[in-house]
């Protein structure tokens, strides 16, 4: 078993230069300047299902351009930030994870407020608005969204943390900066599970995409399970 020295990862036996601070950095501030962008526009689209879909799209850019961000600082191959394939049974165990992810959280949302179907309102207005808004709600939440924040949050942040600290350290920092990303709301403790067991399948399989299955299949359960309940009551 090979193990890595600070700023370095590994590869098919190829010691790689991992993502760093300045990566982070690059990144984070590409990220940010995305949310204010955001927070300013976002509100203009007045109708709910509209913004739910464009919320879901917007995610999804503003981690890819984090991601452009921090891989044009110091090029050094895509491998090195986790893009190569992952193996059957990382797509296995991901998808499970997913289900248990959406699972915890729909569980203490029940505890709490008596409610499991709530646990992700900002997906429901659009997935509720007819056919055409589900396909695109789907299409940018469990396709483009996962893309876009695994990309920055696990590519680069947790990836240059694993790299630098304790593989806990990583994992909980991380997960931390994803969900306040999220925003102080209720959609924050959805955030941190996720990003926990996203950067836990990262370490393990060190392949990006099975996180993006985790996080696909995460937002595809938020989108279906609160509309098969509302269609059930109808």
């Known amino acids: 078993m090979m193990v890595n020295t600070p700023g370095e990862t590994a590869t098919g036996g190829v010691r790689l230069k991992a993502p760093g601070w300045p990566e982070i950095l690059a990144g984070?501030?590409?990220?940010?300047?995305?949310?204010?962008?955001?927070?300013?526009?976002?509100?203009?689209?007045?109708?709910a299902a509209v913004a739910g879909v464009v919320g879901l799209l917007v995610s999804g850019a503003m981690g890819l351009m984090a991601f452009a961000a921090a891989v044009l600082i110091r090029i050094r191959g895509l491998a090195a930030v986790g893009v190569r394939r992952a193996r059957p049974r990382h797509f296995v165990v991901a998808a499970m994870l997913g289900l248990v992810a959406?699972?915890?959280?729909?569980?203490?949302?029940m505890l709490v407020s008596g409610d499991a179907q709530n646990v992700q309102t900002s997906y429901q207005a659009a997935a509720a608005a007819g056919w055409w808004s589900l396909v695109l709600a789907l299409v940018a939440g469990a396709i483009i969204t996962p893309l876009g924040e695994e990309a920055f949050f696990r590519r680069v942040?947790?990836?240059?943390?694993?790299?630098?600290?304790?593989?806990?350290?990583?994992?909980?920092?991380?997960?931390?900066?994803?969900?306040?990303?999220?925003?102080?709301?209720?959609?924050?403790?959805?955030?941190?599970?996720v990003g926990v067991l996203a950067a836990l399948l990262f370490r393990w399989s060190g392949s990006i995409w099975s996180g993006v299955v985790l996080h696909g299949v995460n937002n595809t359960t938020a989108l279906l399970v609160p509309l098969l309940f509302a269609l059930a009551g109808a």
Not at 28 to 47: E, H, I, Q, R, T
Not at 102 to 109: F, K, Q, T
Not at 170 to 186: L, R
């Open 102 to 109: 959406y699972a915890i959280v729909a569980v203490v949302y």
């Open 157 to 193: 942040l947790a990836n240059a943390l694993f790299a630098r600290y304790h593989a806990w350290i990583a994992v909980v920092a991380s997960a931390a900066v994803f969900a306040v990303a999220h925003g102080i709301n209720p959609i924050l403790p959805v955030a941190f599970v």
């Open 28 to 47: 984070g501030a590409a990220y940010g300047a995305s949310c204010l962008l955001v927070a300013v526009l976002l509100p203009l689209a007045k109708d």
